[in-house]
């Protein structure tokens, strides 16, 4: 890699992998409130990657004992109290989980669970369309997300699959195709069928 694409790829970094097992990570972001949305697909590790879909982000105190306090009562606006308390951007830290969903196997894209979680401190990256679109032409990994044991699995996928639409040409033939894929996944679920479509179609 070159001086100029190695310096391409630092600017793309969205921070470090703090914690990790087979099924999720855990990403500490480089600056304040600039985690990926919900159900966005990230990359983690430069060479044979994991994949993962943004379930849960947060920001808090990186003291956990210590809670942050209110401080705009004599404040204009809210970025009014950052710019007087430029301390704080060192104060808390924003993170997310990604459920894994994927990785990259002697260069071929796998739509299941990696043998081995991603290291500590490996790089995570947003993904490209063109990433978005390879991953998302099947639903194989669906299920991971259906039955994982996390808040708001449903709204997760619905919201991965309105993004990944997007990067699709013809993102309407997109998500009637993933609707009807989902299906035979949800069995009898009819009612959370119908949730996921709502959701996609808003």
Known sequence: MSTREASCDRDLRLGEVVEATTTEFVVQCYELYTAPALGSLVRCGDNEGIYGIVHEIGTRSIDTGRRPIARGRDEDDEDAIYQANPQLSRLLSTEFRALSVGHTEVGVL???????????HSFVYPCSDDTLREFSAELDFASILL????SAADDVLAAFLKTAGRAHPDPDAFLVNSGRRLTPLLGGQMQRLDGILRRMAT
Do not use: E, N, Y
Request: glycine share 0%.
């Open 110 to 120: 796998r739509r299941w669970l990696a043998p081995l979680p991603p290291r500590i």
């Open 147 to 150: 039955s994982a044991p996390i």
